[in-house]
């Protein structure tokens, strides 16, 4: 017989006094097995908290590297260090450096979807969560740049009037959904609400009865009083949404891509149950940081983190 993952990650989790982090597009297993599962902010704050030995995160690697700046003395390992993301590979620290020098007077705001380097030419790091309070902290007469999210900087200026420049980064996965697609489900379940994350595009958020981030589309779920609901965003979060709201029914926005499911983002589905039970096993694969840089980093995420 093989081992039992589940029961050797709780084991081993006591025997380390380790602590595990999950994101909601996890795989269910991942999800059910969490200490503590959330949005982007709501791990990077379980992270400043945390006084366990170990953090696990099950995640892609600017939410490991994330917690790393948080916990200089944790051991911080991740189950699958490929767990990358197309949205903060799309900005690469020169380039961002390069901008700022042409932009010398710009405050620097930066999505979470980033990596160390990038925190660390940042003035301030926001979430979907509170991208919004976040931008509304910088003083009015103080010119935004805004990376690496176009889609999430667009909504911005639309919900806070506020004039910024935007790197012109994306999520592949936010951007596969398909307007005319959703539009024809929409009319297939009339009673149906659409509800999706800021990183779609426009067009897609054009026809949304509720934008934000997984958090938050998972709280509007629970609470509205409506029975249906598209879901655009990645459909890990749909494990919760049924979990919570047990009687009501979640459908996955449809991609353009009829044949692949685009919409799953590859990074987050690297991490499995074997790969968190080794990583707990053996303490690798780490997350390391240079020490400066990890302290330059760190400056522009507590401001965040005072702010939220
Ligand atoms: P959240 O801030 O909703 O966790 O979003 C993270 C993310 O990567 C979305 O693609
Ligand atoms: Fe990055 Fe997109 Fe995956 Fe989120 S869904 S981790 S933004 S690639």
Known sequence: MGLDFTQEILRLKRERNAVILAHYYQDSQLQDLADVLGDSLALAQAAKKTTAD????????FMAETAKILNPDRTVVIPDLDAGCSLAASCPAPLLRAWKEEHPDFAVVSYINCTA????????????????????????????LFCPDRNLGQWLIRKTGRAMELWKGACHVHEAFSTE????LKLEHPDALFICHPECEEPVRFHADSIGSTTSLLNFAIESKAKKFIVGTEPGIIHQMRKKAP????????????????????????????????????????IELDEALRQKA????ERMLACA
């Not at 170990?54 to 690697?61: I, L, W």
């Open 181 to 184: 697609r959703i539009i024809a």
């Open 54 to 61: 170990v953090v696990v995160f099950c995640g892609v690697h």
């Open 247 to 286: 009687d009501k029914i979640f459908i996955p926005a449809p991609g353009q891509d009829e044949s692949c499911n685009c919409s799953e983002c590859p990074y987050m589905k690297l991490n499995t149950l074997e790969k968190t039970y080794l990583a707990l096993r053996d303490l690798t694969p780490r």
């Open 117 to 144: 380097e990038v925190k660390a030419l940042s003035d301030i790091i926001c979430t979907s969560s509170n991208a919004e309070k976040v931008v509304r902290s910088i003083p009015k007469d103080r010119p935004i």
């Open 298 to 301: 760190l400056v522009p995420l």
